[in-house]
């Protein structure tokens, strides 16, 4: 990895957490090949970033964190790509959730959770597999409720600290509801089923956490809400995609650069340099996309708004198809070489495709994207 720091996410080309990125990744990447071949978690890498600060940058300096712009967190999630995607999917599914909580705290609201990062928690995100329904059980208790879930995936989940979920409480005095709260992994009846065995992100540990009978304090549930779209998701999908996406940016930013450096040793010029021209296109498009998205975030100040999120969501649709067409024409422009898994691009061209299965899905997206528009109700579950 031999290219300038990310200029599409507006970070300042001198920060120094895009500095210490490009050190760690180079770092990381020494391991990432074993670690997808194994299909084991990037625990060491993982360390590092804890050690480091990473994991802890987006919390502002005020409160004892990094103090790094959204911006350059996002910066540093496609450079730590370059090295070893896994590990920096790894930390934008923590860092998402340290985003929503930094967004309540430039909006003046109470965000508790970022005194723990910054001691060095770990937050583990379920998002995906709950989503605007959720799945699961909470039965209501004296002080709480008990909890009976999977959730999977939940990526890093290894590494964690503190759980971040939900679950459904059908049974709620005035009908069918969602609670969301958090559960540290410590907590009775909390274990790791290892179920991640996958085509790409191999090494993301994103496993399937398993909530038996737990109790959660009432004083752990953050919202109870009717099943389906709620303005909560509004900041999630605002603060999570941008970075989320940032890393699989750069994912196509490294196959490019590997598949040139092939492509100008070949003889066949006339073939290979259109194919050249034609995933740069595509690559720019993926960095102009999210880099869009992450000027809309106005460093996690951005409006609580159905339309913010529909931005989100169709820029990252557009993104994700054009970083897989990315890498596609890395490996076809390589030549057969990208195919040897020695080259690196076929583990990419893998990688890249878990793009693919981060809310909302191209389908889902254009519904939502679709209804808002007409002036109807948004649906994303």
Not at 321 to 346: C, K, P, Q
Not at 349 to 369: K, N
Request: one cysteine or more.
């Amino acid at each position: 990895m031999t290219t300038p720091p990310p200029h599409w996410t507006g970070a300042d080309p001198d920060s120094r957490w895009v500095s210490e990125a490009h050190d760690v990744a180079v770092l990381i990447g020494e391991e990432a090949a074993e670690h997808d071949r194994l299909g084991d978690f990037v625990a060491d890498a993982c360390a590092v970033l804890r050690d480091r600060g990473f994991t802890s940058m987006l919390v502002p300096a005020e409160l004892g964190g990094g103090g790094a712009s959204y911006p350059e967190a996002c910066a540093s999630l496609a450079t730590l790509a370059r090295g070893c995607p896994a590990t920096a999917l790894t930390l934008s599914m923590h860092t998402h959730l340290v985003a929503f909580q930094v967004w309540r705290h430039r909006h003046d609201l109470p965000a508790p959770v970022l005194a723990k990062v910054v001691d060095g928690a770990i937050l583990i995100s379920t998002g995906a597999a709950d989503w605007t329904e959720s799945n699961g059980t909470a039965v209501a208790v004296d002080g709480g409720f008990r909890v009976t879930a999977r959730k999977s995936p939940s990526s890093g989940c290894p590494a964690g600290d503190i759980l971040v979920s939900s679950a459904r409480w059908d049974d709620a005095p005035d009908g069918p509801k969602v609670i969301h709260f958090a559960a540290p992994f410590a907590s009775e009846g909390v274990s790791i089923d290892e179920t991640w065995d996958t085509m790409g992100m191999r090494a993301t540990g994103s496993h399937t956490v398993v909530l038996d009978d737990v109790f959660v304090p009432e004083a752990a549930v953050s919202l109870t809400r009717e099943p389906g779209w709620h303005p909560v998701f509004n900041i999630v999908v605002g603060a999570a995609l941008p970075l989320i996406m940032s890393v699989y940016v750069g994912v196509a930013e490294e196959a490019a650069e590997r598949s040139i450096a092939y492509a100008a040793k070949r003889r066949d010029t006339e073939i290979v340099a259109p194919l050249v021209g034609r995933m740069l296109n595509r690559l720019h498009v993926s960095q102009d996309a999210i880099g869009t998205t992450v000027a809309l975030a106005d460093d996690l100040r951005f409006a609580n708004t159905d339309e913010h999120a529909a931005q989100s969501f169709s820029r990252k649709t557009v993104a994700s198809e054009a970083a897989i067409d990315t890498v596609r024409l890395a490996m076809e422009a390589a030549g057969g070489v990208a195919y040897s898994t020695s080259a690196g691009i076929e583990r990419l061209f893998r990688d890249v495709h878990g793009s693919l299965y981060h809310p909302l899905t191209a389908a889902r997206q254009e519904m939502f994207s679709g209804r808002l528009a007409l002036g109807l109700e948004p649906v994303a579950g």
